[in-house]
C-alpha cells in the first residue's frame, strides 16, 4: 500500500468515525429546524478545516494550523451555546462548561501560533505541506482531534437533557484547574529555557519537567478529565458514548501524535547522551515516577 492511499483511508476513517458519533448522537441534541444541532456541528468543525487547507496548501504553510484548531473549538462552542440559548434559558453550568473550552483554546491556539511565528516554521510540517493528500489528511486528522475532543462538551450543551449536578459541576471544574494550571506552568518553563541562549540543544529537565518528560500532556489530560466530569450529568442514555473525549485524548497524546512523536526526536538528538539517559531513568514519562526513600 503506496502513501497517498494510506492518506486517503485516513481522511475518509478519521471523518467517518466522527461522523458514526454525530448520527448516534443526533436524536438526543436539540433540532435545528429538524436538524440535529450535533450534526451541524460536525459539518462545521471539519468544513473549517477543509476550508482553510485550501489556502495552507497553496502557499505551502502551517503557521495558521494551530490558531485554525483553537478557532474552530471556540466556534463550536460558542454556537452549542448559542443554539442552547435558542430552546432554553442558559444555566450557570452551561456557562461553565463553555468558560473551560474557551478559556484553554484561546490560551493554548495563542501560545503555539506565538510559537511557530516566533520560530519561522514548525518542522512537524516540514514535508507535508508539500503534499496535497498528506497535508490535506493532517488537516482531516485535526478536525477529528477537535470533534472528538470536544464531544461530550457539546454532546451535554446540545442535550435536551436539563438536569445537572452541581457537586459534579465543583469536582470537574476543580480538576480542570488543576489541569490547566500544570499545562500553562509547564508551557511557560519550557519556554523560559529555550528562551536562554546558552540552553540551545539542551533538554529541559527543571521544574515540573524534573517529575514529568511531558507534564503540559499530563496537564492537558487532566483539565479534559475535569471538563468530562462536569458535562457527564447532562448526559443521557446513548449520550454517555460522548465519553470517548477524555480516552481519545489520553491516546491521542500517549500512543499516536504527542509523546511518541517527541520522544522519537529526543532520542535521536540526546539518546547517547549520559545525562539525559539518567534524566529518562529517574522521570517517568507521562505521571512522576514513585521513588524509593
Not at 436539540?30 to 450535533?38: D, G, R, T, V
Not at 478557532?71 to 442552547?84: N, P
Not at 541562549?197 to 507534564?215: C, D, Q, V, Y
Not at 471538563?227 to 500512543?255: C, D, M, N, R, W
Request: with cysteine; hydrophobic share 50%.
Amino acid at each position: 500500500m503506496n502513501n497517498n492511499t494510506k492518506h486517503i483511508i485516513a481522511i475518509i476513517c478519521s471523518s467517518a468515525i466522527c461522523l458514526l458519533f454525530a448520527l448516534l448522537l443526533a436524536s438526543n441534541s436539540i433540532q435545528l429546524e429538524n436538524f440535529s444541532a450535533l450534526l451541524t456541528l460536525y459539518f462545521l468543525i471539519f468544513g473549517i478545516q477543509w476550508i482553510v487547507f485550501i489556502p495552507a496548501y497553496i502557499f505551502h504553510t502551517e503557521r495558521f494550523f494551530d490558531l485554525t484548531g483553537g478557532l474552530t473549538y471556540i466556534s463550536a462552542a460558542s454556537l452549542a451555546l448559542f443554539w442552547k440559548s435558542s430552546e432554553s434559558e442558559l444555566t450557570a453550568y452551561d456557562l461553565i462548561l463553555f468558560l473551560m473550552v474557551i478559556c484553554w483554546a484561546v490560551r493554548l491556539s495563542t501560545f503555539l501560533f506565538l510559537r511557530v511565528m516566533r520560530a519561522g516554521e514548525d518542522t512537524r510540517f516540514t514535508t507535508i505541506k508539500t503534499s496535497f493528500l498528506n497535508f490535506l489528511m493532517t488537516w482531516t486528522i485535526q478536525g477529528m482531534w477537535v470533534f472528538l475532543t470536544l464531544l461530550t462538551v457539546i454532546t451535554a450543551m446540545t442535550s435536551k437533557n436539563s438536569e445537572y449536578s452541581l457537586a459534579l459541576l465543583i469536582l470537574g471544574s476543580s480538576v480542570w484547574l488543576i489541569g490547566i494550571i500544570i499545562e500553562i506552568v509547564a508551557d511557560t518553563q519550557k519556554s523560559k529555557f529555550n528562551s536562554i541562549a546558552s540552553n540551545k540543544g539542551n533538554f529541559i529537565s527543571t521544574g515540573l519537567w524534573s517529575i514529568s518528560r511531558h507534564p503540559n500532556y499530563l496537564g492537558e489530560i487532566i483539565l479534559w478529565i475535569g471538563i468530562s466530569i462536569a458535562a457527564i450529568s447532562h448526559l443521557e442514555g446513548i449520550q454517555f458514548i460522548s465519553l470517548i473525549s477524555p480516552l481519545f485524548v489520553y491516546l491521542l497524546l500517549t500512543k499516536v501524535s504527542g509523546i511518541p512523536l517527541l520522544e522519537a526526536q529526543a532520542i535521536e538528538r540526546w539518546g547517547q547522551d549520559g545525562a539525559y539517559k539518567q534524566y529518562c531513568d529517574n522521570t517517568g514519562v507521562l505521571f512522576p515516577k514513585m521513588r524509593n526513600k
